[in-house]
């Protein structure tokens, strides 16, 4: 084991939670910090799955085709506040500029390690942990309205085949059996298997990090202002003023990482992808498994007493308040896609996802200053892909190899 050290986690999502649980099995003392506490932000309203096959951005090819009919077509699932348009620019045009074959790829190929094994990650991380009963190992379906459809989906599948991903196809008849629940306008499925889904993921995070806590990890609520360095070397953390003493900082903060990281010398292009989600509370009936609707790009998870809705993109900047038209919208697509099923009450929740250009994470040490490590930039995979960010963050600590190509998510990409 590598010496024991002091180690400040600041933001206390999956990433962050992850991180800790990994260092204090390395013997090290964590301190972990968030300005709303573990499991309040984007790990609480993800929409649950350990969506393994997630390794295709949205920035497909024939994207800049699509995006300004989608933003102009109210049941489509994009979403702009238009006064944050001159904001959004410069980001925006890097972003699309990814939108091609060549980056799918390579983005695909950066994310699988990550992402890849995810239940395996998840039930490793949680194991001995009273967070272990929220993780469900379960299929995970692409709902299309035909195979004409599924079709029109060709690019993705094909680059997912690739890295190995296979999936069993339900026509008509087949699918239904599968699952009752359905519209018969739905009538065609790619199944995966060997994927899994969080049946409360705000207390899934919040049980990690009391286990971090029962073994000695300390929780402070309170808000970052700086990670201080002197000759090159992390000393601590300011929070209000007040210098916490550590030996190792990591920014796990979300979309919020993105100042942090730039008084570390890392200028990250990040944005919010602001997400929706819409829980149907004591439904009639529940889905068997997890599912991706294509025709409204909504992810349906049944949970805990609920089924949660969620997969809307909104870009808007941080500060605008949810908007009315996406929560209108999943409850259309809700009951289109499970036309039978009725339900008790509905939770509305709007919160932010962590966009970097290129949409692959920043994961590793700061150039430059001993001690200083990141870990954010998830865009809509943080879920799926903490565990095995956390343990990456850990070997890297510790000075072990990862056997992962690191490079590809270094932060000295973006250092100024």
């Known amino acids: 084991m590598s010496e024991k050290k002091t180690i400040a986690i600041i933001g206390a999502g999956i ?37 393994s096959c997630s390794i295709i951005p949205v920035t497909v090819p024939g994207l800049l085709k699509k995006a300004p009919r989608m933003l102009f077509d109210p049941s489509q699932p994009l979403f702009m506040k238009w006064g944050y348009v001159p904001k959004l620019l410069p980001w925006l045009t890097r972003y699309l500029k990814h939108a091609n074959a060549g980056d799918v790829e390579r983005i695909a190929a950066a994310l699988t390690p990550i992402v890849g ?3 395996n990650d998840h039930q490793a991380l949680a194991q001995g942990t009273t967070a272990e009963r929220w993780i469900v190992p379960s299929d995970y379906l692409f709902l299309y309205e035909n195979r004409q459809h599924f079709e029109g989906d060709a690019f993705g599948w094909g680059v997912r085949r690739k890295h190995g991903f296979k999936w069993e196809e339900l026509e008509g008849a087949a699918f239904h059996a599968y699952d009752p629940i359905y519209s018969k306008d739905i009538g065609f499925a790619a199944k995966l298997s060997d994927h899994g889904h969080i049946t409360d993921p705000g207390r899934y995070v919040k049980d990690l990090a009391a286990h971090v806590e029962a073994n000695g990890g300390r929780v402070i609520r309170a808000a970052v202002e700086d990670v201080v360095h002197e000759n090159g070397k992390v000393s601590g953390v300011r929070v209000a003023g007040e210098t916490i003493p550590c030996d190792t900082a990591i920014v796990t903060a979300g979309v919020w990482s993105g100042p942090l990281a730039s008084k570390l010398g890392v200028s990250v292009p990040l944005e919010t992808e602001r997400g929706y989600h819409l829980e149907l509370v004591e439904p009639s009936a529940m889905p068997k498994s997890p599912v991706m609707v294509a025709s409204g790009k909504f992810v349906a998870t049944p949970m805990d007493g609920r089924i949660r809705l969620a997969g809307i993109v909104e870009f808007g900047g941080l500060d605008a308040p949810p908007s009315r038209a996406p929560f209108e919208l999943m409850r259309k697509n809700a009951r289109a896609a499970f036309p039978g099923v009725t339900w008790k009450d509905e939770v509305e929740w709007m919160g932010h996802r962590p966009a970097p250009a290129d949409s692959i994470p920043i994961i590793g040490e700061v150039p430059g200053i001993d001690g200083a490590f990141m870990g954010f930039g998830h865009h809509h995979i943080g879920l799926t892909g903490g565990p095995k960010t956390g343990r ?16 590809v998510y270094a932060p000295s990409r973006y250092a100024t």
């Open 117 to 119: 094994d995810s239940l």
């Open 15 to 51: 990433v962050g939670v992850s991180t800790a649980v990994w260092l204090q099995r390395d013997g090290h003392d964590v301190i972990l910090i968030d300005k709303a506490g573990p499991g309040e932000g984007t790990s609480h309203g993800n929409g649950g799955v350990l969506a």
């Open 392 to 407: 990456l963050l850990a070997q890297m600590i510790a000075g072990r190899t990862p056997n992962a190509d690191m490079s």
